[in-house]
């Protein structure tokens, strides 16, 4: 249940002001120097501006106090030569105390104690700043080794009220502000649990019978526990991928819950349904200061909305109180309070809002972080239900973690490592983030090129936080304000194409024109849609050339006389003709198929590529060739950097490009010399080597060998070999399998060898081994099986029409460009070849070929 948990702040009294050892004795100890102390948390503000307030405040030592000073997302203030260096520009020195005073050593207070007193002895004359991970002091384990400071210290916290500007508060403001805040959640929270308890369900269930409730609620309880510590890492994989819910025990006493497929197929399209068409997404624009002093203004791309009957929220991630930035939430509407109260359920606790977020492509993403806002609550539990295209769902520990983990033989090994877990969420999956998940962990939804549908995302919270407007309050408040926003609704021709209405701020430069906010428009709308113009919901088109203010106050919509209102204008389409690279919506026969024969996880899997299919298929162009040593090194590189988390260049980058499709567990890559026309590798995005290949992965291949038929289905109209090449390939290189269209021809003429055509073109059993006879080597142990390489000196032979070429490589490529028998046919065409026998080469000399008397015939 959601209430507050776990070490130090558990201890600390709720509701009165907190007199804490210091404050007893504020008064200047006499005959010693107040030494300042002052305390600072990391935010999205420059190193500059650090530096600047630093500096300012006279600070002679900076003592680190994370344990790791290298997570988050201010990337600028790690631990390192680097922060250093520009700390001591200004005079001030660093110390990392964070293996004696981090958040994993608040245990023993006598101790702390000690270490305090020797960092003090030792720390040079001046003021000092404690350096925390975050921005709050009162959600920073900081302000509890503040406490532990001796008399004689003048204990500042600083946080910052914006970009530029600082606020102090006093070491016993922060502790009461703390008390406050965590007294008025729980109480809110108390009455939030005492509402749904008077108004029984009746009111909340909306046609959701009593009996189905119970369930649910029996359901969560029954939860089959999967413990992180006490699974190996292959078994992990398989058992998040059966299709059953768990409750997932991970370390720091932290609970996911994990229901995958909490919503059945059908209920969640019309959830995502309902979504869109009674929720608009809201895109802010953010502004950004550069060092440079230039504002930056960017369009998000990912939507955002909020409903809930209590409050309004500001913008998540956005500390400035700056009333324009408001987003007023809508209220709850039956459907949303019943899907929320079924939610609850399921979750063990009780909510009062619903956050959502649309993600338009696999290239919109949300960072790392911890939903730890002011509102939460101390150890807040979110739910957050998804919908439509598969994306990870990345977690992990903001620590690492030292302990033992089973391992895959059984034995038992020691991890001394940051734990990361990747959770697929699927059409209907429901993630519970737990208790301790949000003060130990961090979260994520990593970029996923080659995912081209969108995804909607619902969080549900409980939030309450004193003095923050309810939304009535806003909305008078917002009555004051001259801004307006403009929601953009797309024809009826564009809403077919899966545009749907989006609100944007207006651009607060008056120069911009109507062009430069489609182009930002760009950004936000489904891919492929082609060209668009804004019209005025009445009909008038805005000149392209003019800029947009001019153009409103034309239409007499600016200046606005109500605060805040929304303009409606039109999307509407220019081009008739549809981009290439849209996706296919249609479900073919064969997809059909393999899901009847699939398990459960191999159902999953036809499901994802069904709901997310692939684009088209298109190489990239020109160098992009990721340079790595080794046969299959560069695998490993792309499957290192597919997260994307770090990457700035989603979708555009050299990685980006190389990706042609991705699921939860497999990616499908081009390569940078195909030797067809259609020639990609498909391999598990998780780091897995030829040589560790064991019983436990048999599954894995037969998946793996589903995903290659299954985006044959998109690659056209091909006929397709999907398989390991049996070749030997280094032992450490990643798995992976080919997927080749049997035309063999190459897009360049040199990069199809001979031994290539061999390999491919000789039988089933040899050139490429399918993923599923991999599978059943596995399964019986006959794991050295390898068939053996064909011949380098077989006459060659089209292995489509059986036309014989001896051994001219160059005319058997030159043919392969015009021969017009079907690629299906490559193995009568090799038995027909095999059957000529002797009389070959006769032919081939009457031809013209110089085949030679020594070359032996061996087809198999
Ligand atoms: O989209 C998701 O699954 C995660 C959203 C999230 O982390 C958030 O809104 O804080
Ligand atoms: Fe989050």
């Known amino acids: 249940m959601c209430t507050p948990t776990g070490d130090f702040f558990a201890s600390l009294p709720d509701a009165k002001p907190r007199a804490t050892r210091w404050s007893r004795k504020e008064e200047k100890p006499e005959g010693r120097e107040v030494r300042k102390v002052y305390t600072l948390g990391t935010w999205r503000v420059s190193r500059e501006v650090y530096l600047w307030q630093l500096s ?16 988050g997302r201010e990337e600028q203030l790690f631990k390192g030569k680097d922060f250093t260096k520009a700390l001591l520009s200004i005079g001030v020195r660093y110390e990392w105390w964070g293996d004696r005073l981090g958040e994993e050593q608040m245990e023993d207070v006598e101790e702390l104690r000690c270490r305090i007193k020797g ?19 009162h959600k920073c384990h900081r302000l509890q080794l503040c406490d532990l400071f001796p008399p004689g210290h003048a204990i500042q916290h600083l946080m910052w009220q914006d970009h530029r500007q600082i606020k102090m508060l006093s070491h016993v403001d922060a502790s009461n ?14 009455r939030e649990k005492q509402k749904r308890c008077e108004r029984g369900s009746a009111r909340w269930r909306c046609g959701r019978s009593k009996q189905i409730e119970e369930v649910l609620q029996r359901e969560a309880k029954a939860l089959p526990v999967l413990s992180w510590e006490s699974t190996s890492p292959s078994d992990w994989e398989e058992k998040l991928r059966d299709g059953k819910a768990y409750r997932l025990k991970l370390p720091w006493d932290t609970e996911l819950l994990w229901y995958p497929h909490f919503m059945s197929e059908t209920e969640a399209d019309e959830l995502e349904e309902t979504i869109g068409e009674k929720i608009t997404m809201y895109h802010p624009t953010y502004f950004f200061q550069t060092p440079s002093g230039v504002t930056q203004e960017t369009v998000n791309r990912k939507g955002q909305a909020r409903i809930c009957d209590d409050f309004n929220f500001g913008i998540q991630y956005d500390n400035s109180r700056d009333k324009s930035q408001l987003y007023v939430s809508e209220k709850m509407d039956s459907w949303s309070r019943a899907l929320m109260h079924r939610v609850e359920h399921a979750s063990e606790s009780v909510f009062n809002a619903i956050w959502f977020n649309h993600y338009r492509d696999g290239t919109v993403t949300i960072h790392w972080h911890s939903d730890g806002n002011e509102g939460l609550g101390p150890d807040p539990i979110i739910a957050s239900l998804s919908l439509g295209a598969t994306r990870d769902f990345a977690f992990k520990s903001k620590r690492e973690w030292r302990g033992l983990r089973k391992a895959n033989d059984g034995s038992m090994f020691h991890s001394n490592n ?22 130990h962990w961090l979260h994520a939804v990593p970029a996923m090129e080659g ?30 304000q001259r801004q307006f926003r403009l929601r953009l609704t797309p024809s009826q021709r564009l809403a077919q194409r899966r545009a749907r209405p989006v609100i944007l701020d207006a651009p607060r430069d008056a120069k911009t024109t109507v062009e430069e906010m489609l182009r930002r428009l760009e950004n936000l709308l489904p891919p492929g849609l082609g060209e668009v113009v804004l019209a005025q919901t009445e009909g008038d088109i805005l000149q392209n050339d003019q800029p947009l203010l001019d153009e409103l106050e034309r239409l007499g919509l600016w200046p606005a006389t109500s605060a805040m209102p929304i303009i409606n204008l039109q999307l509407l389409p220019v081009a008739d003709e ?11 026969p064969v997809l059909t198929q393999h899901s009847i024969e699939a398990d459960s996880a191999g159902l999953q899997l036809v499901r994802e590529v069904q709901l997310s299919c692939p684009g088209a298929y298109a190489p990239p162009h020109g160098d992009v060739e990721v340079q790595a040593n080794g046969a299959s090194h560069w695998i490993q590189e792309v499957i290192q950097n597919l997260s994307g988390i770090q990457r700035k260049s989603k979708g555009k980058g050299r990685i980006s490009q190389m990706v042609y499709h991705q699921c939860s567990e497999f990616c499908a890559l081009y390569l940078a010399r195909p030797k067809s026309s259609v020639h990609l590798v498909i391999t598990p995005k998780r780091p897995l080597r030829f040589c560790d290949l064991g019983r436990c992965e048999a599954p894995l291949l037969r998946r793996l060998g589903l995903y290659g038929r299954l985006l044959t289905e998109f690659l056209g109209k091909h006929a397709f070999k999907v398989g390991v090449q049996t070749r030997k390939l280094p032992r450490d290189s990643q798995v992976f399998a080919h997927v080749l269209s049997m035309d063999l021809v190459a897009p360049d003429l040199n990069d199809l060898t001979r031994r290539h055509f061999l390999e491919f073109t000789t039988g089933a059993a040899h050139g490429l081994i399918a993923l599923e006879d991999l599978a059943r ?11 053996a390489l064909p011949s380098e000196e077989a006459c060659l032979h089209c292995h489509r029409c059986g036309q014989l070429f001896g051994d001219s490589m160059r005319q058997l490529l030159l043919h392969l460009r015009r021969c017009d028998a079907p690629e299906a046919g490559y193995a009568e065409a090799g038995a027909r070849a095999a059957s000529a026998g002797g009389l070959a080469v006769e032919l081939l000399e009457e031809m013209g070929f110089c085949c030679g008397r020594e070359v032996r015939i061996e087809l198999t």
């Open 451 to 480: 995912i081209h549908r969108e995804r909607t995302n619902l969080t549900f919270r409980f939030w309450a936080l004193e003095g923050f407007e309810t939304i009535d309050a806003a909305e008078a408040q917002a009555d004051t």
């Open 119 to 137: 960092l003090l002895a030792s720390a040079c004359p001046g003021a000092i700043c404690i350096f925390g991970h975050m921005h709050e002091p």
């Open 578 to 588: 549809e981009k290439s690279g849209e996706c296919r919506e249609e479900v073919s």
């Open 177 to 190: 502000l703390y008390s406050r805040w965590v007294t008025y959640f729980n109480d809110s929270m108390a």
């Open 777 to 787: 080597d596995l399964d019986t142990g006959d794991v050295h099986r390898r068939a």
């Open 56 to 71: 300012s405040l006279d600070v002679k030592l900076l003592v680190d106090v994370r344990g790791n000073p290298k997570a």
């Open 418 to 439: 940051i734990i990361h877990i990747t959770l697929p969420l699927f059409h209907g999956s429901l993630c519970v983030m737990g208790k301790n998940s949000q003060r």
